[in-house]
Structures are given as C-alpha cells and as structure tokens.
C-alpha cells in the first residue's frame, strides 16, 4: 500500500545538525499529512512536528524552534532539519504519513525509523 523509507540518521556531535528524510511509495493518490515522532529507549513514542500538504506545521514545544518540517509534494518527501542538537535528541525518529487511496480510504504509514545519537 505504502511504504515510507528514512534516511539521513547518525551520530553527530552536541550542537551539530543532521537533516532526516523520508519518502512515501507505494499505491496511493496523495499524502496529506506527514509527520516525525521519536521514541528514546524506555519512553513513549512523542510528536516531533507534522506538515500537511498545504504546508502548514505543528510543532512539538518542547523542541524549543530548534527543529523544522518541510516537504515536497512532488516527491512525496517530508523532511526534519533538526539544528543545535543535544545529547537528549537522541532517539529512533520515525516518519508517519497519511495516505490517501485510489479506493477513498486514508490510511496511516509508518516507517521502520531512523538512529539519531548525539553524543556529549
């Protein structure tokens, strides 16, 4: 149905930047809202932001302006250019995207999810 690939996890240093991707494939006609969550070893999975196709965003407080959503449409890509990283961003961060299919149904996506390790 779909499927979302990430790509651009690692390790990076204490106040380095990395920029995830995540591109939707499959049978679908749209994706509408796309989004990343994380889930640290022993925490609940949380909201990072979300994007929708009309680009408006939400955003997770807590990440203090740090991270930003984008995406292209055309390539059915969302990305997070997460900046001034710290040791607590360390975490699996996942893509989600809400699909819409050629039978009118939406349905929710999640990808396999990506490392990301800050190191001190």
């Known amino acids: 149905q779909v499927q979302l690939v990430e790509s651009g996890g690692g390790l990076v240093q204490t106040g380095g930047s990395l920029r995830l991707s995540c591109a939707a494939s499959g049978r679908f006609l749209t994706v509408n809202s796309m989004g990343w969550y994380r889930q640290a070893p022993g925490k609940q999975r949380e909201l990072v932001a979300t994007?929708?196709?009309?680009?408006?965003?939400d955003y997770t407080g807590l990440l203090k302006g740090r991270f930003t959503i984008s995406r292209d449409n055309a390539k059915n890509t969302v990305y997070l250019q997460m900046n001034s990283l710290i040791p607590e961003d360390t975490a699996v961060y996942y893509c989600n995207a809400g699909a819409l299919l050629s039978t009118g149904r939406v349905v929710d996506s999640w990808g396999q999810g990506t490392q990301v390790t800050v190191s001190s």
């Open positions: 994007i929708t196709s009309s680009h408006r965003t």
